[in-house]
């Protein structure tokens, strides 16, 4: 009985804890699509249209939705002990599980694409809103800074773009910082041959591909866990019924 009750009060404060998160995800999902402009001064976005192209709004307030009621269902099952709520909410822990094991394989299999759809994404933003969106210019500064890096493949993703045309036909300096080449023209900017950002941001990813590896396990391990201490709650409670 007292392994029983402390699995219990584990399941019944780990719920507790999925139904807050889901609770501030769905608040902040409600504020985006309220107030969609001050939250994206917190968080800007890669385009203009990103909000169009992907509901953020309503992706969070979704996402949250289900985390609140799945915390709910945890909840209510290991305090109520209730067979049917803990098989529930077992299940669809399950399904989360083995979905997610799906999108991972499938990432792998098409991680080919990833750099152009990524590519799809952000060029757009860099074209006609850099230089123009203070939020976009910013972000894209400080990550071209940061890495060291142009643009999202090199100096060309900025040719004949808003900042382009309104600069005289130069780039941002940091295509042509390598080399420190000034004025940043076309010819500086491809001896200099600075490299996309997104070459960078591979490179960092496969320097700390452990520090990823580590989160995707705890992640698996917590739900894991959590399917684990809801059979045992289920395969307890039955028992007692027999």
Request: overall charge negative; hydrophobic content about 45%.
């Amino acid at each position: 009985m007292g392994c029983f009750t402390f699995v219990k009060v584990v399941m019944v404060v780990f719920n507790l804890l999925i139904c807050l998160a889901g609770m501030c995800l769905a608040a902040a999902g409600i504020w985006v699509t309220v107030d969609g402009d001050s939250f994206m001064k917190v968080l800007p976005p890669f385009t203009d249209d990103f909000q169009t192209h992907v509901n953020v709004g309503i992706f969070s307030i979704t996402i949250g939705a289900v985390m609140t009621l799945l915390g709910l269902l945890g909840c209510c099952g290991a305090q109520k002990e209730s067979k049917c709520l803990l098989i529930m909410f077992f299940s669809i822990i399950l399904v989360i599980c083995i979905a997610e094991t799906a999108a991972a394989i499938v990432a792998l299999v098409y991680s080919s694409y990833t750099e152009i759809i990524l590519k799809t994404w952000a060029t757009p933003g860099l074209k006609e809103q850099y230089g123009k969106d203070k939020i976009l210019t910013d972000l894209w500064n400080s990550t071209m800074t940061t890495l060291q890096c142009c643009g999202f493949s090199n100096y060309t993703d900025f040719s004949e773009s808003y900042y382009y045309e309104q600069n005289g036909a130069l780039y941002p300096p940091t295509c042509c910082a390598g080399l420190q080449l000034f004025p940043c023209d076309d010819d500086n900017a491809g001896f200099s041959n600075v490299v996309g950002c997104y070459k960078q941001i591979v490179k960092i990813i496969q320097r700390n591909v452990n520090i990823v590896g580590g989160i995707a396990a705890g992640v698996t391990a917590i739900e894991v866990a959590a399917m684990g201490v809801s059979m045992y709650l289920y395969c307890y409670l039955d028992k007692k019924a027999t």
